[in-house]
């Protein structure tokens, strides 16, 4: 029998290098359409085919899919962040949707019918409860998180008028690296925390700002519900998976279900490295919300399916073994 090919749009990003390379494993063929702007070329697998160019060419996304006719996409490439989202929104919405767009019209025209999408958790915005369910309502605070809604609700219309059928996956916050050792996580700038808060450790940077000390929660930190990019890939295979058998248009929240504090994440960070970390205390990072966990039990029932690492010093040691590869 012949394997299945999977487009992996920002494949040689973060979480699209380690999806790639979990599908390469479980015998999927995989084709990765990345920019290669904020991704890079030596993360992709050697066994994957890289097809270097950008959705927001639609010719060219076409041409991909005529040379290698996909059975499913698994959409990863977006812009991601939210202060730069909210300086510059033409680029997020020119990007994470009007070249999304180009990826759903290229899928209606070769009739590629199934779609995982890398959707967030910034959909929401500010909690009214939490943990988070998935009918909690939707009020994105920024163009970021504006972006993601926007392409899920495409999302939602394909369906209805084309039967493009999609699992859309909200991310809490992803974290870790593959256990091998050989990915990671490599922004350029890093703003995220765990990484950020290894460079210290590491002697890269001198300390780690903590954005707002007079939240709401237990020690006045944000609290975050940090996902190991190993179970987020594996929910990734579930909805695939789910999809290829015939399953309608679903999404789901992807977390652990369990909120660390930003204090927290720096004294665990501290733990598994055994090294100081220094930090000074900033002001509130605009458009942070306090607390931010996923109720994830609709994909827990749907799929079954079950983080392995739960435990938030196995991701940090994971994130530690890449930074000091
Ligand atoms: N954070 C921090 N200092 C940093 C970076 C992040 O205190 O240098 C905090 C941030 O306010 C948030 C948490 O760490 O509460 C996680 O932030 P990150 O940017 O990693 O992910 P986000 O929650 O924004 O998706």
Redesign the pocket.
């Known amino acids: 029998m012949s394997k299945l090919k999977i487009m992996v749009t920002g494949g040689a990003g973060y979480i699209g290098s380690h999806m790639t390379a979990m599908l390469i494993e479980r015998g999927y063929e995989v084709v990765v359409f990345d920019s290669l702007v904020t991704g890079h070329k030596d993360a992709v697998s050697s066994n994957a085919d890289l097809f270097v160019s950008d959705l927001a060419n639609h010719q060219s996304v076409e041409d991909c899919f005529s040379r290698y006719r996909f059975d499913a996409v698994m959409h990863f490439a977006s812009f991601i962040q939210?202060n730069e989202s909210v300086r510059d929104p033409a680029k997020y919405y020119k990007n994470n949707v009007a070249a999304g767009l180009n990826l759903l019209e290229a899928m209606r025209k070769f009739n590629t019918k199934a779609l995982v999408f890398s959707s967030s958790a910034?959909i929401y915005g500010e909690p009214q409860a939490v943990p988070i369910g998935i009918d909690h309502p939707k009020n994105p605070l920024n163009p970021y998180g504006r972006s993601k809604l926007i392409f899920e609700n495409m999302l939602h219309d394909y369906d209805i008028a084309y039967g493009l059928k999609s699992i859309s996956l909200r991310y809490f916050?992803a974290a870790g690296a593959d256990p091998s050792g050989l990915l990671g996580e490599r922004h350029d700038p890093e703003?995220?925390?765990?990484p950020?808060v290894l460079q210290v450790a590491a002697g890269r940077r001198k300390h780690?700002?903590?954005?707002?000390n007079d939240y709401p929660t237990k020690d006045g930190?944000?609290i975050?519900d940090y996902i190991h990019v190993v179970d987020l890939c594996e929910a990734h295979i579930l909805a695939l998976e789910a999809l290829l058998q015939g399953y309608g248009s679903a999404a789901y929240n992807i977390g652990n279900g369990a909120g660390y504090s930003?204090l927290e994440?720096i004294d665990a960070a501290k733990r598994v490295t055994g090294k100081e970390i220094a930090t000074v205390l900033s002001p509130r990072?605009a458009g942070?919300p306090g607390a931010?966990v996923a109720d994830a039990s609709s994909i827990k029932k749907a799929f079954k399916w079950q983080p392995k690492y739960t435990d938030l010093a196995a991701i940090i040691r994971h994130a530690w073994a890449w930074e000091t590869r």
């Open positions: 939210v910034s916050n703003t995220h925390l765990i950020l780690i700002e903590i954005f707002g930190t944000c975050r930003v994440v990072r942070d931010l």
